[in-house]
């Protein structure tokens, strides 16, 4: 499946002692592959829910722990499993991963659809793209990761792990990331699926000017309506300036005209 299997036993320990679990804590286990992880988790947790998607590793997981009385196996595609029916109580999940890294990204946003269930997630992932989640307004690493990850949790990139860590040995470092969705938004967003756009709209086409990408979405009058100068570019915008972007957005066509005394 492409993944790269950890198995420096200094590198799970520190993974472990950075979650920190507790015995009555719920952890889910993404791709736990050979289980490098998994030995460590189950000790020191309540209950242990592991996601695998490849047979032969489900197989083997539950040859070695499928008796165990707080061991659960799921042998499924963590893109489409849903984590909100293992909780039983919001904000009760713990979740860990080594997430192979082609499905990195739309795994984070599916996990974002059942944030409601879940405490905090701990992954290892590649620097590059705990970089870009982690970025700040301005810099290049900024982009619709950062904006959409951000918008809804707090991201504190933790350590890297080297290559040499893993088999067989990956061309890039990784990084182990804590995500921790908010209870209370930082940014209110009206509507989700419009912010969803303008942010997309907007990176899709990051050297043009806003003028020119959020055109169809949102015009130059209400670019300005919002605060903000049609003339910059999407990367120099934070999650309260996109959010206020989006309410006109979110707005039916016939209701989007502006007045200049709107504008202020």
């Not at 420096?8 to 889910?28: M, Q, R």
């Not at 489900?58 to 595609?77: I, V």
């Not at 979740?95 to 290892?124: C, E, Q, W």
Request: hydrophobic share 45%; proline share 6%; glycine share 6%.
């Amino acid at each position: 499946m492409g993944q790269n299997f950890l198995r420096d036993k200094t590198v799970v320990h520190h993974i472990v002692d950075a979650i920190s679990p507790s015995g009555d804590e719920h952890l889910v286990e993404i791709g736990p592959g050979l289980g490098a992880l998994t030995e460590s988790l189950l000790s020191r947790s309540g209950q242990l829910d592991v996601v695998e998607l490849d047979r032969d590793l489900a197989r083997r997981l539950a040859e070695r722990w499928g008796a165990h009385p707080r061991f659960s196996l799921h042998a499924a595609d963590a893109l489409r499993f849903d984590f909100s029916a293992l909780a039983s109580v919001p904000g009760e999940l713990r979740v860990v991963g080594n997430l192979p890294y082609n499905i990195s990204t739309p795994l984070l946003f599916h996990l974002l659809k059942h944030k409601a269930a879940i405490r905090d997630m701990h992954f290892m992932l590649q620097q590059e793209v705990v970089t870009r989640m982690a970025a700040v307004p301005g810099s290049r690493a900024w982009g619709r990761l950062s904006v959409m990850l951000q918008s809804e949790c707090r991201v504190q990139p933790l350590f890297t792990v080297p290559p040499e860590a893993f088999h067989p040995i990956p061309k890039v470092t990784s990084t182990i990331v804590r995500i921790e969705p908010h209870h209370q938004l930082p940014v209110q967003i009206a509507d989700q699926e419009a912010f969803a756009r303008v942010v997309n709209a907007a990176f899709s086409k990051r050297r043009k000017t806003l003028r020119n990408s959020l055109r169809g979405l949102v015009n130059e009058t209400q670019i300005r309506a919002a605060g903000i100068a049609p003339e910059i570019r999407a990367e120099q915008l934070g999650v309260a300036e996109f959010a206020a972007l989006s309410a006109f957005a979110s707005k039916p066509l016939e209701d989007k005209k502006v007045t200049h005394k709107d504008c202020g």
